[in-house]
């Protein structure tokens, strides 16, 4: 049976009278990856800002192991991710790790830094500049510094852009690890081959509500298309009917 870690409910966030999420449900289960995917304005980092208590929902209800989102606990349950890798250039890979530890104020934390970084093939940067570092290294000590206080659902905004053929592959293969670990991903992307072969399921909205969701093969199965066919048709096809 599988276990649920986050449901939405109806989930309303509106600016003035436009509505940027428009009653969104989903739920995410324990040890999965979901692609969020929509065009731009969809609401898809207003659902995840709204989820991790960044924004303030207007309505509806969002549970993370069956207790309300704004509960102090569940936030260490939470981990995101920006577009942008959120990191200091001044300081050193390791001392991001140390950085991380005492806000979470964790103890023995060295030995779980280590584990980390051996864990994501970053350890040899372990004394270098964060400005330094490539962009897919950064994304990497972004997904380091999230894992500190060891939490159980990983919210990942655009991970892919602007990230060569071999950071991506690396990134999709740590991404892998943690759901192997068991822990939750849920990646707002608008790169569907990289979501293609790496996610379990598929969320596609738009006008902050959702068209479609399912797996790969329940999509193309809803909307009657052929085993052939690729995510990006698929996307296209449930968002070109949506007037």
Known sequence: MEEKV???????????????VDGISFSLNKGEIVA????????????????????RKNEGEIFINGTDNKSKDVKYKLAYIPETPDIYPMLTVWEHLKFMALVYKINNWTVVAEKILSKFDIADKKDELAKNLSKGMKQKLSICCALIHNPEIFFV??????????AVRELKDAFKALKEEGKTILISTHMLDAAENLCDRIIVVKKGRVLAEGSIEDLRHKIKVSQE??????FLEVTEDEK
Do not use: M, W
């Open 36 to 55: 969020l995917t929509g065009p731009n304005g969809a609401g898809k980092t207003t659902t995840i800002k709204c989820i991790l208590g960044l924004l």
């Open 6 to 20: 986050l449901q939405v409910t109806n989930l309303t966030k509106h600016y003035k009278r436009k509505n940027a």
């Open 229 to 234: 066919t690729s995510l990006e048709d698929i």
């Open 157 to 166: 905004d655009e991970p892919f852009i602007g990230l060569d053929p071999k």
